[in-house]
């Protein structure tokens, strides 16, 4: 082989190498850049026994975050360290109940659950066959029901209980089906101590 196809082929070679070991770096910065972290805190009085985080377009939750042994104390909070995604977050009471959720998270963020001065517990335990899609409560005075509570994406299934932290007080509550139809109502609530609201068929 003549001297200048050797020098020639060094030349590729080197060219080729350089431009490979560009886009490696290239990649992993991306891939670093894209990662982020989900925090809980819990301002709740219970402790968060259980976190779910999934891929916003799966349809399970998967296995618990916490691993089963580990919880989120009233005033603590815990990180969690995500790749580049979409997601969705549950969080669970000692007893299954769901505490708070987020839905379509991409980015940092905080998912608070209950706040110091909510105090009161709402427990709704949905007994009948019927899903919830709808949950109102307002003051006894607002005479307006406001914004639904379960904020859109989540809803309660039958068999499934829900946990609600509010400042003492008198509530009135409505739950809806994914109709707009009223299940249940109550009135003149007393929440100044703890209560459990159990859904039944009708």
Not at 4 to 12: D, E, I, R, S
Not at 56 to 80: C, H, N, Q, V, Y
Request: charged share 25%.
């Amino acid at each position: 082989m003549k001297r200048w196809m050797v020098v020639l082929t060094v030349v590729v070679l080197v060219v080729l190498s350089l431009a490979c070991g560009k886009t490696s770096d290239g990649g992993t910065s991306t891939t670093s850049s894209g990662n982020f972290q989900i925090t809980v805190a819990n301002q709740s009085p219970d402790e968060v026994c259980y976190v779910f985080i999934s891929e916003s377009d799966s349809d399970a939750w998967g296995d618990d975050r916490l691993g089963g042994e580990e919880t989120i104390g009233s005033g603590a909070s815990k990180a969690f360290d995500m790749s580049a995604g979409q997601y969705d977050v549950q969080l669970e009471t000692c007893d299954e109940a769901v505490m708070g959720t987020a839905w379509q998270v991409d980015k940092k963020t905080t998912v608070t659950v209950g706040e110091r001065s909510a105090t009161s517990h709402l427990l709704i335990d949905n007994a009948s066959d019927t899903e919830v899609c709808y949950v109102f409560i307002s003051l006894s005075a607002g005479g307006e029901w406001g914004d639904d509570w379960m904020g859109g994406n989540e809803t309660i299934p039958g068999g499934k209980k829900r946990m609600f932290y509010l400042k003492p007080g008198t509530y009135d509550l409505m739950v809806q089906n994914c109709d707009d139809e009223s299940l249940a109502e109550q009135y003149e609530v007393d929440l100044t101590a703890d209560k459990t609201w159990t859904l039944y068929n009708e």
